[in-house]
């Protein structure tokens, strides 16, 4: 699940105990001051993203910032009961945080996450000082939860004073939940010795693929992500790098080498090894 927050795509503002007065989450297109971002984290064509309330352009950096208390942005529930077993739980986002302007700096950003649709919390994350840039952040929900059920996500920015200026924004979630392919097992005379490449999974993708790559023995490795093109547009094991015998899974991001989000199309990703060329397909989607 991939949610660069174009649409509202099921997320809510609002949770018990809310009280801020001013920078209450909104999705729209940020207005940058100081202490807010100028753009989302999307590249183009995005342009929204959640941000801690806009206030007027040209006007004064705290007019709309978090104040009087707290304001909660809150995810769907998204149901995990149905799946598994799983072999990787993870939630990634983008978010910004600022709270170092001004004479007080005691309010704390908290990210929480729930198992069972928001009944109980589990704090993932603070910041007691902001850092005023977008910052990727990772959260493994099977370590955090074991089995995930009825997953969901609050980010909570709060000013209970008037001395700072708070301003956060959220942008590019995504959680990705891998169960671990079924796998044959062969009588020795037929187990095979060549190398093998499994099909991308997802395809098409939104933000993240991965793909399984088997070598029957210990071998240097190399692999690439190929445009339509045919140039490299990223390199996910540079050449070279020793790779013992077994099951191996590469992940690409859909990102460029630079980091950049890249133009939703046909890529290609190619792997080098043991003398072989591998190659698999996949459409990457926005």
Not at 5 to 14: D, R, S
Not at 82 to 111: C, F, I, T
Not at 131 to 141: K, Q
Request: with cysteine; proline share 7%.
């Amino acid at each position: 699940m991939y949610e660069p927050f174009e649409t509202a795509g099921g997320w809510t503002v609002g949770d018990v105990g809310d009280a801020a007065t001013s920078g209450v989450w909104q999705r729209t297109i940020p207005l940058g001051t100081v202490a807010q971002p100028d753009a989302d984290f999307t590249g183009a064509p995005g342009t929204a993203c959640f941000v801690t309330q806009n206030g007027t352009p040209g006007g004064d950096v705290g007019e709309a910032d978090v104040d009087g208390g707290k304001t909660t942005l809150l995810s769907p529930v998204f149901d995990l009961s149905s799946g598994g077993p799983y072999v990787k739980v993870e939630a990634h986002y983008r978010r910004w945080y600022s709270n170092h302007l001004g004479s007080e700096l005691d309010d704390a950003w908290r990210v929480d996450a729930s198992n069972n649709g928001g009944a109980n919390w589990t704090t993932v994350e603070t910041a007691s000082l902001g850092d005023n840039r977008w910052t990727p952040v990772s959260v493994n929900l099977l370590a955090l939860f074991g089995t995930p059920n009825q997953v969901r996500f609050r980010f909570v920015a709060e000013d209970q004073g008037a001395g700072s200026i708070v301003e956060a924004a959220v942008d590019e979630f995504e959680l990705i939940a891998a169960t671990q392919p079924p796998v044959a097992v062969l009588p020795p005379a037929v187990a095979s010795s060549a190398v093998e490449l499994g099909p991308a999974w997802p395809n098409p993708a939104r933000g993240a693929a991965s793909f399984v790559m088997t070598l029957p023995r210990p071998a240097t490795v190399s692999v690439v992500v190929l445009d339509p093109q045919g140039r490299t547009v990223r390199r996910l094991v540079r050449d070279g790098t020793p790779w013992g015998a077994g099951r191996q899974t590469l992940r690409w991001d859909g990102r460029g080498e630079s980091g950049q989000r890249l133009a939703a199309g046909i890529y290609l990703l190619r792997a080098v090894v043991l003398g072989q060329a591998l190659e698999r397909r996949l459409v990457l989607l926005y």
